[in-house]
């Protein structure tokens, strides 16, 4: 069965400082690897998700993620943070099984962003 | 246009009710979702479903019953509410041909 661990239960940064968010996970086939967003009192928007192909995926708002088989880490990366990436951020695990696909979800890292 | 709609966005009720909670998709995907996410932010699946069947059934107490009249919707009918149903639920959707889901907007369900 997939897991998905988040280390850091909150982080705080400045604004236009650089951001990085850890996520690490247990699957024993080729996973299919995902960060979403969640503003408060909003549902889960997607980042950008990695299945196959080069490492590094670039997705919206200036986020951008990178896969490492070899530590089995897919951490989420900003160069520099605005105050309205203040939010809860969500890594998951998905079978790729399309049709059916069962996403597990990382319990969170909430980001602060300080003036 | 709204890709996942849920209703109510509220819900505040009493121990032992029943409620539903309904999902509404216009993006054409095939597969639908139920997720909960308790009050520590933790998100599990509860069901999915594909083209009106029923694929995925986690473990959920049996007060729970989802149902898909057609693959734009998926309700959520929940019986004997107790304390610890309450949460924000969370409907999704995803296509075969792709990977991730879209969500819609949650409904808070407080059990009172």
């Known amino acids: 069965a997939q897991s998905v661990t988040q280390p850091d239960i909150h982080i705080t940064v400045s604004e236009g400082a650089s951001l990085e968010l850890r996520c690490n996970y247990s699957?024993?086939?080729?996973?299919?690897l995902f960060w979403y967003v969640q503003s408060p009192g909003q549902g889960l928007q997607l980042l950008l998700k990695y299945f196959s192909g080069d490492t590094l995926v670039q997705g919206i708002k200036g986020f951008e993620a990178e896969f490492k088989r070899s530590q089995s880490s897919f951490n989420l990366r900003k160069p520099s943070v605005h105050w309205s990436d203040a939010a809860e951020y969500f890594c998951?695990?998905?079978?790729?099984?399309?049709?059916?696909?069962?996403?597990?979800f990382g319990k969170g890292t909430k980001l602060t962003v300080n003036p | 246009d709204t890709a996942v709609s849920q209703t109510p966005k509220y819900l505040v009720t009493q121990m032992g009710n029943d409620k539903s909670i309904k999902c509404e998709q216009n993006?054409?995907?095939?597969?639908m979702y139920w997720y909960k996410q308790d009050s520590k932010k933790f998100l599990k699946i509860m069901f999915s479903?594909?083209?009106?069947?029923?694929?995925i059934n986690e473990t959920v107490p049996n007060r729970f019953s989802p149902k898909s009249p057609d693959k734009a919707h998926l309700n959520l009918h929940i019986n004997s509410l107790e304390l610890g149903d309450s949460a924000v639920y969370f409907c999704?959707?995803?296509?075969?041909?792709?990977?991730?889901?879209?969500f819609g907007s949650g409904t808070r369900l407080t059990v009172v």
């Open positions: 993006l054409g995907h095939d597969t």
């Open positions: 999704a959707s995803s296509q075969e041909t792709d990977y991730g889901y879209t």
């Open positions: 699957y024993g086939a080729t996973p299919y």
């Open positions: 998951a695990v998905g079978n790729g099984q399309g049709g059916s696909e069962k996403l597990v």
């Open positions: 479903y594909n083209n009106k069947e029923l694929i």
